[in-house]
Every structure is written in C-alpha cells, then in structure tokens.
C-alpha cells in the first residue's frame, strides 16, 4: 500500500500557473504507474495526466495538452503536475493516483490508490 498526500492547489486568475505535488510514502515510488484526475461537483472523476514508472512516458487529456505537464522526482517520492494557462473550465478538486500497473492508464477504476484531492479554483 501506499499513502499519496496532494498540496499545490489554490486560488488563480485565468492565464495563470499553479504546481500541484503529490508526495507518496509506504512502498517504493517508483513501482507505481502515477496519474492525476479531477473532479468538478456534479461532474464525473476524469483523467487528467500519467507518468509512466520510469517517468518515461506520459499522457495527457486533451482539454489539457499543451498547458499542463506531469513529472516525478523518484529521489523525493513525488509526482508533480505543472499548470500553465489555466482556464475557469479547470476548476476541481485534483487527486493524484497510484497504479500498480506497469502500462499507462486512464480510468479511474484502473488506479489503485488515491489521495485526498486539493482544491484549484481559476477565475475569470
């Protein structure tokens, strides 16, 4: 098992950057498949971004290719999601999520473990 705390979220204007973290402890880092979703109130869970294990390969939604970059620093047990040019449509609550798959996935009913979310909220 391991335990996924997510920090970063906050207030922006539109057009601005915030960096979400999502800090992993319990297993080693590096044997999960690292994703983001985001949640919208009376709005499904979706996918946002995944890193791959190695941090190799990524994927991203494509409401958000082009602004939003995943990364992870294996020496800090942390997955990060960098957002540039964030719109009012990305409001959410972001949660970071933990696959033991070794390939990329996209559904959240394919992610294993779950963090508790941080509010990003983008004004007009």
């Known amino acids: 098992q391991v335990q996924l705390v997510e920090s970063g979220g906050g207030l922006v204007q539109a057009g601005g950057s915030l960096r979400l973290s999502c800090a992993a402890s319990g297993r080693t880092f590096t044997s999960y498949t690292m994703g983001w979703f985001r949640q919208a109130p009376g709005k499904e869970r979706e996918f946002v971004a995944v890193?791959?294990?190695?941090?190799?390969?990524?994927y991203y939604a494509d409401s958000v290719k082009g602004r939003f970059t995943i990364s992870r620093d294996s020496a800090k047990n942390t997955v990060y999601l960098q957002m540039n040019s964030l719109k009012p449509e990305d409001t959410a609550v972001y949660y970071c999520a933990a696959s033991v798959s070794i390939i990329i996935k996209t559904h959240p009913s394919e992610y294993d473990y779950w963090g508790q979310g941080t509010q990003v909220t983008v004004s007009s």
């Open positions: 890193i791959s294990r190695s941090g190799g390969g990524t």
